[in-house]
């Protein structure tokens, strides 16, 4: 399970330190594709055959998903850990997010995501915690 917040910079050339708790578990190489709310998100191959599975099952007979499987799989790339624990992300993706320098690494159990660390501090101001988790809870999840 991914969790825990790290920030780490992009350098000249687009590459960039993957924290050393989430490389232990995305492996020396992994898949980067486009994520919901402008950011990346990151999948060990083994999670990533399992979202593959999950849409070969489902089939593309409905718009919707075959709509999303356009953005989720068009826009998916390997990425491979270099000996300094970087990755060098393509510049498609960089562009997606909007990740210029500064940027945040936040684990999300299956996977983690890559966020603009502006962009992810405006977003992660959970001002409206209370509202959500009543909508989970409305939902049958609670903690």
Request: hydrophobic share 40%; proline share 2%.
């Given at each position: 399970m991914f969790m825990g917040?790290?920030?780490?910079?992009?350098?000249?050339?687009?590459?960039?330190?993957?924290?050393a708790k989430f490389r232990e578990q995305l492996?020396?190489?992994?898949?980067?594709?486009?994520?919901?709310?402008?950011c990346l998100y990151g999948y060990p191959l083994?999670?990533?055959?399992?979202?593959?599975e999950k849409f070969r099952e489902r089939g593309s007979?409905?718009?919707?998903?075959r709509k999303f499987a356009r953005?989720?799989?068009g826009g998916?790339?390997?990425?491979?850990?270099?000996?300094?624990?970087?990755i060098l992300l393509p510049a498609t993706l960089r562009d997606f997010a909007g990740l210029k320098k500064e940027v945040v690494f936040?684990?999300?159990?299956?996977?983690?995501?890559?966020?603009d660390a502006a962009k992810w501090n405006e977003i992660s101001s959970f001002d409206d915690m209370d509202e959500v988790a009543e909508h989970l809870a409305d939902l049958g999840l609670q903690i």
């Amino acid at each position: 399970m991914f969790m825990g917040e790290y920030e780490h910079s992009i350098d000249a050339k687009g590459r960039l330190i993957v924290p050393a708790k989430f490389r232990e578990q995305l492996g020396m190489e992994f898949v980067v594709t486009k994520g919901i709310d402008g950011c990346l998100y990151g999948y060990p191959l083994k999670e990533w055959s399992n979202v593959e599975e999950k849409f070969r099952e489902r089939g593309s007979m409905d718009k919707d998903s075959r709509k999303f499987a356009r953005f989720f799989f068009g826009g998916a790339a390997s990425c491979e850990v270099d000996k300094q624990g970087r990755i060098l992300l393509p510049a498609t993706l960089r562009d997606f997010a909007g990740l210029k320098k500064e940027v945040v690494f936040a684990g999300n159990l299956n996977h983690i995501e890559i966020w603009d660390a502006a962009k992810w501090n405006e977003i992660s101001s959970f001002d409206d915690m209370d509202e959500v988790a009543e909508h989970l809870a409305d939902l049958g999840l609670q903690i």
